[in-house]
């Protein structure tokens, strides 16, 4: 029998009915606590010699079933399903990091990514060092030393649009001893596989395209699994812990605890029970039930945004569009490389006009919601430098490139015909 496609796999996998009352759907165990039964089974539980619900702080198993799925679509050796993308970057490098040490980033990211490197770690020991040429990857090399504990950046970036060789980055982090976490928030692994590319840990916010709704805030953390993590460089993946021991009482560590998955591990036996933030049982339903429809929902989304581009190219109004398909776009090959699907369905362009007419421009529109997240049914707008990126500072956005003209668009499921046509009518009322 051959392999499940993406599809069947974004439907079926990790889930099994017969374990869930014979439920056709994934059921919402919306409950505190669980019962255990007997004191044996305790024991079980709390050695993880078997897997089952506990409390609901620190998973759920609905949320099991989530984390299953992705990182069967994926291709990676376990996940873990917490409350917030941001929760999802900033556990994993504080933990990639722990003790000390400093993360190599590309320096155009998501606004609150690019402020908790820049600003939030630092006060818990972790530093950033921002590739300024970030589309070369021997300038991640070159910022690289012994304190190094991973490298970070986006597969594609946001607000920008840009595409980077995780391939040769990754090679050159490896080259190092250093682990490769890439951000697949806007590709999703319909789109994108990073785990293929190089790449040892996936981050997502699940809120945007694999949820795709607009109804949910989630974030997920997927480990690849061979990744050779140094037990002089990453003591915290080797350390013995009574909490992680067997079910003999003999103390394991993260490396033993789930082979090949120590971040997933630690993440799940010490950030969800210390910090919080696993994912709740009805927001892990409400990302299921948006999985299940991702590949229809951007097949037709990469269709309209090629045609959306092609139009604001043709528009005075527009100085320039961002989008590995848009005329002169440094990314093309790369998109032809990597993304045979398409490189999303984010797209940005700078407004040739005055603040006031982009204001115009933006209230104008009926086809468009104004906020800021992405990855919806809906087609939205933002304009980055005045919401998702207005807390960093001018050397930062230029650091990032997001001029204050940059307008950002998520495309949703709307047909092309009605976006074009609710976007020239917006262009005209502003420049009337």
Known sequence: MSENSFSAKAIRAGYESSEHFNSVVPPIYQTASFDLHDIDRTRRLWTGAEAGGI???????????????????DGGKAAVALSSGMAAITYTLLLLAQ??????????????????????????GVDTRFVKDRTNPAAYGELIDENTRAVYLESISNPNIELYDIDAIAKIAHEHGVP?????????????????????????????????????????????GD???????????????????????????AVEFIPG???????????????????????????????????????K??????????????????????????????????????FPKGPG???????????????????????????????????????????THTELEPDQLELADVPANLIRLSIGLEDAEDLISDLTQAFEKAFA
């Open 55 to 73: 409390y609901s702080r620190v998973g759920t198993p609905t949320g099991s079933i989530l984390e299953t799925r992705i990182a069967e679509l």
């Open 99 to 124: 003790g000390g040490g400093n993360i190599v980033a590309g320096s155009s990211l998501y606004g609150a990514a690019q402020l908790d490197l820049a600003e939030f770690l630092p006060k818990y």
């Open 180 to 224: 490769v976490v890439v951000d697949n928030t806007v590709a999703t692994p319909y789109l994108y596989r990073p785990f293929e590319h190089g790449a040892d840990i996936i981050v997502y916010s699940a809120t945007k395209e694999i949820n795709g709704h607009g109804n949910v805030i989630a974030g997920i953390v997927v480990e690849k």
């Open 227 to 253: 990744f050779p993590f140094d037990e002089k460089k990453y003591p915290q993946f080797y350390e013995k812990s009574w909490k992680m021991r067997d079910l003999q009482n003999n103390k394991r560590s």
């Open 261 to 299: 998955a120590p971040v997933i591990a630690s993440l799940k036996i010490f950030f969800t029970e210390f910090f919080g933030g696993a994912l709740g049982s009805f927001e892990s339903y409400l990302v299921l039930q948006g999985l299940s429809t991702l590949s229809v929902r951007l097949d």
């Open 301 to 338: 989304k990469v269709q309209t945004v090629r045609k959306v581009v092609e139009f604001l190219e043709s528009r005075g109004e527009v100085e320039f569009v961002r989008y590995p398909y848009a005329k002169g776009s440094q990314f093309k090959d790369l998109a032809d490389r990597d």
């Open 345 to 387: 369905a984010l797209l940005s362009f700078g407004f040739k006009g005055t603040r006031e007419q982009e204001g115009i421009f933006i209230k104008s529109l009926k086809n468009f919601n104004y906020h800021v997240n992405i990855g919806d049914v809906r087609s939205l707008i933002t304009n980055p430098p005045e919401n």
